[in-house]
């Protein structure tokens, strides 16, 4: 059962939470998102999992992502009837069937054969909204042509006539929600990428020619396949031209200079983008306003999972006071979500919607399809489940002051 279906079955079901479809054997003790992580780890070659999970340096926004959902404990209300609940969420004129997506992962096509594709199918089986990210190995008019309402994820480059040349291409293709990301001025430091072996492109080497033999389901089911179906995958989306390989001896791929970016070039971008434009990796009230001054459809409170600035602050602690400077768009949330009672903390302090990540990326490496699917259905329960047991049976009906004590 998709998360969708499971949904519509809690609006009418007593006590149960949503039931899958048949789960494989080799899924079944996978119980969590957590679970997902070690089972990827063994799945996938380390320079491939490296890239999914590390952060940058110290790794200190990485934990605080996870810990700072510790600061508030629950206080249910009992003996309401939450026989009939949902968690519908209209975001942006769509109802989704949850309050959660899947935020971009970039070369997805390396964790399972097509990954890109197979998230967004997902997704939209489930009726949540997937965020592709422009650094995807397949070509953004590949998902877009399947009409499976993916949002595009962008860097802008680093001058206008790109940025034009870009827009115009995702526009071309039927993208209708832009995400810009906003919080890489310059590369992070990749020290602990380059620990696990991996660069941007791939070296061949003896440790890489390693890795992959000694992942076999991965090698052939994988990369192998890929090459044979598609060719050497490349960075497809970054620009409106194709990048570089993924895998090259002497191939540099191009990091445009963003270090001069600033608001007249979002400024720019939404004077060509008629759709619906989010911004993303917002840490600072300031900036919210700014971005919703200037004509921001919503914003994504978000620290990039930890991966550029090493010690800035997790999103959740700023949260409430981005909702509070920008009430008239939808304010959400990415970074540390793993289990229902998270996401229920975020929206209860204010976020509209939040965003996962790494968890969607392991399910994919370990299941592709089915992991991805399953992965949707346990978050799915945890929400259900939680909402419950805190006595609501609408979102809408969660309040921080009611149903949140903040530990001391």
Same mark, same amino acid.
């Given at each position: 059962?998709?998360?969708?279906?499971?949904?519509?079955?809690?609006?009418?079901?007593?006590?149960?939470?949503?039931?899958?479809?048949?789960?494989?054997?080799?899924?079944?003790?996978?119980?969590?998102?957590?679970?997902?992580?070690?089972?990827?780890?063994?799945?996938?070659?380390?320079?491939?999992?490296?890239?999914?999970?590390?952060?940058?340096?110290?790794?200190?926004?990485?934990?605080?992502?996870?810990?700072?959902?510790?600061?508030?404990?629950?206080?249910?209300?009992?003996?309401?009837?939450?026989?009939?609940?949902?968690?519908?969420?209209?975001?942006?004129?769509?109802?989704?069937?949850?309050?959660?997506?899947?935020?971009?992962?970039?070369?997805?096509?390396?964790?399972?054969?097509?990954?890109?594709?197979?998230?967004?199918?997902?997704?939209?089986?489930?009726?949540?909204?997937?965020?592709?990210?422009?650094?995807?190995?397949?070509?953004?008019?590949?998902?877009?042509?399947?009409?499976?309402?993916?949002?595009?994820?962008?860097?802008?480059?680093?001058?206008?006539?790109?940025?034009?040349?870009?827009?115009?291409?995702?526009?071309?293709?039927?993208?209708?929600?832009?995400?810009?990301?906003?919080?890489?001025?310059?590369?992070?430091?990749?020290?602990?990428?380059?620990?696990?072996?991996?660069?941007?492109?791939?070296?061949?080497?003896?440790?890489?020619?390693?890795?992959?033999?000694?992942?076999?389901?991965?090698? #052939? /089911?994988?990369? $192998?396949?890929?090459?044979?179906?598609? @060719? %050497?995958? *490349?960075?497809? &989306?970054?620009? !409106?031209?194709?990048?570089?390989?993924?895998?090259?001896?002497?191939?540099?791929?191009?990091?445009?200079?963003?270090?001069?970016?600033?608001?007249?070039?979002?400024?720019?971008?939404?004077?060509?983008?008629?759709?619906?434009?989010?911004?993303?990796?917002?840490?600072?009230?300031?900036?919210?306003?700014?971005?919703?001054?200037?004509?921001?459809?919503?914003?994504?409170?978000?620290?990039?999972?930890?991966?550029?600035?090493?010690?800035?602050?997790?999103?959740?602690?700023?949260?409430?006071?981005?909702?509070?400077?920008?009430?008239?768009?939808?304010?959400?949330?990415?970074?540390?979500?793993?289990?229902?009672?998270?996401?229920?903390?975020?929206?209860?302090?204010?976020?509209?919607?939040?965003?996962?990540?790494?968890? #969607? /990326?392991?399910? $994919?490496?370990?299941?592709?399809?089915? @992991? %991805?699917? *399953?992965?949707? &259905?346990?978050? !799915?329960?945890?929400?259900?489940?939680?909402?419950?047991?805190?006595?609501?049976?609408?979102?809408?009906?969660?309040?921080?002051?009611?149903?949140?004590?903040?530990?001391?």
């Amino acid at each position: 059962m998709t998360a969708v279906t499971a949904s519509r079955e809690l609006s009418s079901t007593s006590h149960s939470a949503p039931s899958s479809t048949v789960v494989p054997p080799s899924l079944r003790p996978l119980r969590c998102l957590d679970d997902f992580e070690q089972a990827a780890r063994l799945r996938l070659p380390r320079p491939v999992f490296g890239y999914l999970s590390e952060a940058a340096e110290t790794k200190r926004s990485l934990r605080d992502n996870r810990e700072c959902f510790d600061d508030f404990g629950f206080v249910p209300r009992v003996m309401i009837d939450v026989s009939k609940r949902s968690m519908a969420t209209t975001l942006l004129g769509h109802e989704y069937a949850a309050p959660f997506g899947m935020a971009p992962m970039g070369i997805s096509a390396l964790y399972a054969y097509r990954g890109d594709l197979v998230l967004a199918r997902a997704a939209a089986r489930a009726n949540i909204p997937m965020i592709m990210s422009s650094s995807s190995l397949i070509r953004l008019e590949d998902v877009a042509s399947e009409k499976l309402g993916a949002w595009f994820q962008a860097y802008l480059p680093g001058d206008a006539e790109d940025i034009t040349a870009l827009i115009e291409r995702v526009a071309k293709a039927g993208f209708t929600t832009l995400v810009l990301t906003v919080d890489t001025p310059v590369t992070p430091n990749a020290e602990n990428f380059a620990r696990n072996g991996f660069s941007s492109p791939l070296r061949p080497s003896m440790r890489l020619v390693w890795e992959g033999v000694s992942h076999p389901r991965w090698l #052939f /089911g994988t990369f $192998l396949r890929t090459i044979a179906r598609h @060719g %050497v995958p *490349h960075f497809e &989306n970054n620009y !409106a031209k194709r990048g570089a390989p993924i895998l090259s001896s002497s191939v540099t791929r191009d990091f445009a200079d963003r270090g001069h970016l600033n608001w007249e070039h979002f400024a720019l971008l939404r004077n060509l983008w008629t759709g619906k434009i989010i911004v993303k990796g917002i840490l600072h009230e300031h900036d919210a306003r700014i971005a919703r001054d200037m004509g921001a459809d919503g914003i994504i409170v978000s620290n990039h999972g930890g991966r550029q600035l090493d010690g800035a602050v997790a999103p959740l602690r700023v949260l409430p006071e981005i909702v509070k400077a920008c009430p008239d768009i939808p304010v959400m949330l990415d970074g540390g979500i793993r289990r229902g009672t998270d996401v229920l903390k975020a929206l209860a302090l204010g976020a509209k919607f939040v965003f996962v990540g790494r968890p #969607f /990326g392991f399910a $994919l490496a370990v299941g592709g399809a089915q @992991g %991805v699917t *399953h992965a949707l &259905n346990l978050l !799915a329960q945890e929400v259900s489940r939680n909402m419950a047991m805190l006595g609501i049976t609408r979102l809408e009906e969660l309040n921080a002051d009611m149903h949140l004590f903040r530990n001391q």
